[in-house]
Structures are given as structure tokens and as C-alpha cells.
């Protein structure tokens, strides 16, 4: 009896040793859910937040929602459900996503945002960070030049634009759109007679810029803004499908992509701006101040960026470096 009692005890005493090192052993899981994957600019930045959080010895898992807001409140859902040691969302749309903050509080897992804004204030409940770039000052960037540009064409600060917005009711394009504004509302001359839902891919941008030509022929419009390369590539197919050539070296692009910077050496587009795509350091800084319970200041971080003109003979140098360093990157874009 008394051996049979030595050895149950032993066994027990085993078994709690070996589940507290499996415990230690099991690595924390991190979920991420991304808006999409319709263009390179989404792959990078899953790849990278992937990458990221393997190399530092976390689990992670991610799900694409395929630009569906719907979809993609159920598929946070279904990862909270998980209780990851942290969420991170790159949401669709801003108001469809309102929900979010207040569903990763409910489930405690803290939670960061990236790329596009959420209703809501980062720091407060479980909303540790708000990882981003500064939109309106895009917008403000690209104005400038086109008040440049079309001075430039016009002899004036004057002319008509369409522009080829991204996902609508997104924050970036609610934000470029306040950048422009506050520029061009100094320049009553300079007027947008129209725009369409380009969705930040490059088919619909071109379907655009393809429709927007039925109601503005030749001579009704001096340059396009779009909030893509991608639209913008979509859009020169159309604009030399149409042979709308005299609107060619009046377009605006964002992201600088590898397709974006080769039409603006060829002089087809005139302007592009970064937006780097490369949030998995940034979001690894702030989850582990988290951890160790320090403060996450500021709560609102922005990445830096670059801007690509083709105005001078030193920015159009700039343009062929900076594509060799994206290729060297084994990367296409931002």
C-alpha cells in the first residue's frame, strides 16, 4: 500500500511537470485578418506581418476576406474565438468595421489595427496601437503637384480632373480626399468633374476610366488622379485603347509600385507617392511593449515615405534605383 501511494504520487507530481512545460513550451498564437489580397500591395503586407511574427517564435494565422466587410466581422470572429495572444486587423472599410474595438475588448485579446483607420480611439479597452500612414498628407502631396502640373500645361493653376478613388468610405480615401481638398480648395480653377470606385485594382480601374470617356471626351479633361498604381496601369490601357493620348504625363498615382515608377520613365504618369506596405516590425514593437507593460506612446504611429516625381533630371534618376531596390527585395511594389 505504502509503495502503490509512493508511486501515485510520483506519477501525479510527473504528470503536472510535464503539462507545466508543455505550457511553456507552446508558443502564442497571433491572428491577423486581412482586408484582401486583390493586389500586390496586400500580399507584401501579409507576407511581411507573417514573416515577422514566425521569426520572433510566435504561431500566427491569417484570413483573407476577400474585400467583403462582412465577411471579414466573421472572420474576426472566428479568430477571437481562437483567444490569440493578439489580433491585428487591416480593415476594408471604416464604418462596416466599427465593431471590432469593442469585440476584441469583450474577448480581452488585445488588439492592433493596421493600414487603414477604425472608429474609435487606439488605446482605450484592449485597441493598443493604430499602425498607419498619414493619408492626408498623401493627399495634400499629390495635390501639390498637381497644381504644378497643370500650371504647367495650362499656364494657370486651372483645369478639370477625374479621379479614380479606392474603396469608398475607406479611411485612405477619406483622408486623400482631405488632403486634396485642402489644397485645391485654394485653387477654385482646378475642379473634379468626376469620379468612380476604381476598388484599388487594376481591371475596375480601367472599366473607369473606359466609362468616364463616354461623358468627357477629348479636350473636357487635363489630367486623372488615381489612388492606386494599379487603377493608374488599368487606366493608361484605356487611355491608349481610346487614344486619349493628351491626357498621358497628366496622372497621379499612389503606392509606388515597380509598373507605377516604369510608366512614369516612360512619361506616361507624372507623379506617385509610397505607402509601404511593411507593418510586421512596427506591430511587433508595440505588442511587445504591451507584454512588458510599458507605455505605447504615441497610440496613432505613422510609417515613413518617399515621393516620386519625374520633374527634375535628379528625381528621374531616382526612379530606375528605386526599382532595382524593389526587385532586389524580390518585391513589386511600395
Known sequence: ?????????????????????????????????????????RVMDTKDMEKTFKDAGYD?????????????????EDLLARQPALLIVAPIEYEPLAPVPDMATKANVPLIVVDRALPGEPGKGKWLALLTTNFVDTGELVAKDVVKGLTEKNGAPKGNLLHITGNKGASPVVDEQKGLDNVLSNYPDIKFVAS???????????????????????????????????????????IKA??????????????GTVDGLQAMIKGDARFSVQTPPFFGEKALEVFKLFKAGKPIDPKIQYVPKEIFQRDTD???????????????MGVGCC
Open 60 to 76: 500566427f494565422v491569417w484570413t483573407n476576406a476577400n474585400s467583403d466587410p462582412a465577411k471579414q466581422i466573421s472572420d474576426i
Open 314 to 328: 535628379k528625381n528621374r534618376a531616382r526612379l530606375p534605383l528605386r526599382i532595382q531596390e524593389l526587385k532586389a
Open 1 to 41: 500500500m505504502k509503495t502503490t501511494k509512493k508511486y501515485a504520487l510520483t506519477g501525479a507530481m510527473t504528470l503536472a511537470l510535464l503539462t507545466a512545460s508543455t505550457a511553456s513550451w507552446a508558443k502564442e498564437l497571433v491572428a491577423f485578418s486581412q482586408a484582401g489580397m486583390e493586389n500586390e500591395w
Open 196 to 238: 468612380c470606385d476604381g476598388l484599388y485594382s487594376r481591371e475596375p480601374g480601367r472599366k473607369c476610366v473606359e466609362d468616364l470617356f463616354q461623358a468627357f471626351p477629348k479636350g473636357k479633361i487635363d489630367g486623372i488622379v488615381f489612388d492606386s498604381d494599379d487603377m493608374m496601369i488599368g487606366g493608361i490601357q484605356a
Open 242 to 255: 481610346a487614344g486619349r493620348n493628351e491626357l498621358l504625363g497628366y496622372l497621379w498615382g499612389k503606392d
